[in-house]
C-alpha cells in the first residue's frame, strides 16, 4: 500500500499525533506558541546586526517593490529554511523518540512523520503570516501573491517530507545520522542565499571563470535545491512579483525527486523498523 492510501487510511491518529505534537512543543511554558516568533525574530536581529550594520551587505530594494529592509530580506530566506531544517530533524526523532509505541502496535509508521511534519506547518504558517502583515506595514504589494505563496510553501513541505522520511529510516539504522546532519545543516545553511544574495556569488564566479570545461561556480551553486527555494519565496514575498519559471520548475522537480525517494526508502524498510528500534 502506497504512502498516501495509508495516511488517508489512518487520519483520527495523524490528526491526535499532530495535535499531540502542536500542543506539546510548548507545553508548561510562560509564553507557549510565541516562542515560535520569537526563536526567528531573535536570529534576525542577530543576522541583521552582524550582516547588515557590521558586514555590510546590501542586496538592494525589492524589484518592483522598493523594499529596502535587510531584516524583511532576511527572513523571507530563514523562514523557509528554518522550516526545511524542522521537518527534517523532528523526523528523524519522530521514530526514535516513538519507539515504544512501534513496538507495541502496528500503523503505518508514515504517520508518524507527516504528524511531526504538519506540526511544523502550523508554526511556519503563524510565521509566515507575520511576515505577510510586516511586508505590508512597510508598503510592499503581497496580497495578490499570497496564494502563489501557499503553493510555494506546499511544495517546500513535499520536498521536505521526502527528505525527512529518508533520513528518519537512515537514523533508526545509524543513530550518528542526526550528529551528521545537524553539520551538513551549518554546511548547507552557509551555500544558500540567505545571508547574502546570489549575486555576490555570480560576481565571484565571472572573476573566477570557468572551473571545469564551460561550467562555473554558480552553475555548481544552483545544484543547491534550497537556492531555488530561496528564490522563489524572495521573489514573491519582497519582490512582490512572479518567479523565474526556471527556479520554479526547479522547486517542484527537487519535489517531486525527493518525495518519490524518500516514500520509497521509508516503504521499503518500515516493517523492520521495530526489529531495528
Not at 163 to 174: C, E, G, P, R
Not at 257 to 273: M, N, P, S, T
Request: aromatic share 12%; hydrophobic share 55%.
Amino acid at each position: 500500500m502506497s504512502l498516501i492510501p495509508e495516511v488517508l487510511t489512518s487520519r483520527e491518529l495523524l490528526v491526535n499525533l499532530t495535535l499531540r505534537e502542536v500542543k506539546g512543543k510548548y507545553k508548561r511554558t510562560a509564553l507557549g506558541q510565541l516562542w515560535s516568533l520569537l526563536n526567528p525574530l531573535a536570529l534576525m536581529v542577530v543576522y541583521t546586526l552582524v550582516f547588515s550594520v557590521i558586514i555590510r551587505i546590501d542586496p538592494g530594494p525589492g524589484d518592483p517593490s522598493g523594499i529596502d529592509i535587510f531584516a524583511i530580506w532576511l527572513m523571507c530566506a530563514l523562514l523557509p529554511w528554518s522550516f526545511f531544517t524542522n521537518v527534517v530533524n523532528g523526523g528523524m526523532s519522530a521514530l526514535v523518540g516513538n519507539e515504544n509505541l512501534i513496538k507495541k502496535v502496528y500503523f503505518p509508521r508514515y504517520v508518524l512523520i507527516v504528524a511531526s511534519a504538519l506540526a511544523s506547518t502550523y508554526t511556519w504558517t503563524i510565521e509566515m503570516a507575520v511576515l505577510a502583515v510586516a511586508i505590508l506595514l512597510v508598503g510592499g504589494n503581497v496580497l495578490p501573491y499570497l496564494p502563489l505563496v501557499l503553493l510555494a510553501m506546499v511544495v517546500l513541505l513535499v520536498f521536505s517530507l521526502g527528505v525527512a522520511m529518508a533520513m528518519s529510516v537512515a537514523n533508526a539504522y545509524f543513530r550518528d545520522t542526526q550528529h551528521l546532519m545537524s553539520i551538513l545543516f551549518m554546511v548547507w545553511f552557509y551555500l544558500t542565499p540567505i545571508l547574502y544574495p546570489v549575486a555576490e556569488v555570480q560576481r565571484q564566479s565571472d572573476r573566477v571563470g570557468p572551473v571545469l570545461g564551460d561550467v562555473t561556480i554558480v552553475d555548481i551553486y544552483r545544484l543547491n535545491p534550497m537556492e531555488g527555494f530561496s528564490d522563489v519565496f524572495r521573489s514573491l514575498l519582497y519582490d512582490n512579483r512572479l518567479p523565474a519559471w526556471g527556479s520554479v520548475l526547479e522547486c517542484v522537480a527537487w519535489a517531486v525527486a525527493a518525495f518519490a525517494v524518500g516514500a520509497w526508502v521509508f516503504q521499503r524498510h518500515q516493517r523492520r523498523l521495530a526489529e531495528v528500534l
